[in-house]
């Protein structure tokens, strides 16, 4: 099995964040939220090329998918923990 290591402040924003927020750091609620917001821009233009043109429809479907990553490896995280 392998060996999981805390993440620091030179590991990836995505890894740093969600850690820091999984272990109660003051202040990691407000970087998980810019960096699913930062994510959900990322995200857009793919959403738009698969085909949600609706502009409402595309902002619910990129916040949907980017706070299901998010999530999805806060989960991961404080299983592993």
């Known amino acids: ?10 590991d990836p924003p995505s890894t740093y964040a969600i850690a820091a927020l999984v272990d109660g750091e003051p202040g990691a609620l407000g970087r998980v939220i810019e960096l699913t917001l930062t ?16 502009p409402m429809s595309l ?7 980017t706070a299901s990553i998010t999530v999805g490896l806060a989960l991961v995280y404080w299983w592993s923990k």
């Open 1 to 10: 099995m392998t060996e999981l290591v805390t993440p620091g402040k030179d």
């Open 39 to 54: 994510r959900t821009i990322l995200i857009a233009p793919g959403i738009y090329l698969a085909g949600v043109r609706d």
């Open 59 to 65: 902002v619910k479907v990129t916040l949907g998918a």
